[in-house]
């Protein structure tokens, strides 16, 4: 059974950094797609980076290119989310999720597999 695993998260002040860690188990194939996705109270959920495992190709909302970095250590199945320059909108929680294949827009896309989720808070 396939289990991820997130941590990470803090309340940092604006302009703060964090660095979120997805831990993915049970997950045997060697190529699968993985992002990190936020939801803040009384929004709907958001797509915020991904990362194809064959290519190592990212995508990442505009909203935060140029300060997050997504990244992954496929020898410890590890996903991380480097968070640079918070802003009070990153306030959210996030979540890591995998599938085995994503087709079309990655940062849309229903993934199988979902962690629990960390929370960021970021104050002004």
């Known amino acids: 059974q396939v289990q991820l695993m997130e941590s990470g998260g803090d309340s940092v002040q604006t302009g703060g950094s964090l660095r979120l860690s997805c831990t993915i188990s049970?997950?045997?194939?060697?190529?699968?797609?993985m992002g990190w996705f936020r939801q803040a109270p009384g929004k709907g959920r958001e797509g915020v980076a991904t990362?194809?495992?064959?290519?190592?190709?990212?995508y990442y909302a505009d909203s935060v290119k140029g300060r997050f970095t997504i990244s992954a250590d496929y020898g410890k199945n590890t996903l991380y989310l480097q968070m640079n320059s918070l802003q009070p909108e990153d306030t959210a929680m996030y979540y890591c999720?995998?599938?085995?294949?994503?087709?079309?827009?990655?940062?849309?896309?229903?993934?199988?597999?979902w962690g629990q989720g960390t929370q960021v808070t970021v104050s002004s």
């Open positions: 990362i194809d495992a064959d290519t190592r190709t990212t």
């Open positions: 049970g997950y045997t194939r060697i190529s699968y797609f």
């Open positions: 999720a995998a599938d085995h294949f994503i087709d079309g827009d990655r940062l849309s896309a229903d993934y199988s597999y």
